[in-house]
């Protein structure tokens, strides 16, 4: 991308600034000139972001003031000798981000199968006409 000369803020441009820097018109671009872009910019999507990894994850599940209770029981229940209470405080602690883990998984498998299932449609200026398509579809043809 990049190739248009467009400031941060280009909030602050007029209608006719725009158009300029984009090199377009208020009928929107020829059908042509739409296909040229698409061959010369790709696809109009927004990139997918990555997934949390498996460790950041499993430390999530420990970002929750009960779990600090439990963590501070555990450092004083082994600094006291209580080795065995602190092994269930930890079994506690570790089933629950094992839990935790396993049901972030799974709604990130439902979000993932519903965004599968919707179909976003987008409108476009083409020689003066609105068209619609799918989304990341749009070509010069209407």
Do not use: C
């Amino acid at each position: 991308m990049g190739e248009f000369d467009l400031p941060v803020d280009v909030y602050r441009l007029d209608e006719t600034e725009v158009l300029r820097a984009l090199e377009t018109r208020i009928a929107g671009l020829h059908s042509t000139e739409a296909s040229e872009r698409l061959a010369r910019f790709g696809a109009n999507r927004l990139p997918s972001r990555p997934g949390p990894t498996w460790l950041q994850r499993f430390l999530r599940q420990f970002q929750d003031p009960l779990i600090y209770v439990l963590l501070a029981a555990l450092v004083v229940t082994v600094a006291l000798g209580h080795f065995l209470d602190a092994g269930v405080i930890l079994a506690v602690l570790l089933i629950n981000a094992l839990i935790g883990i396993l049901q972030e998984g799974q709604a990130e498998k439902a979000l993932a199968s519903i965004r599968r299932m919707l179909r976003l449609q987008t409108q476009a200026l083409r020689d003066g006409a609105v068209s619609g398509h799918q989304y990341g579809a749009i070509s010069g043809s209407a």
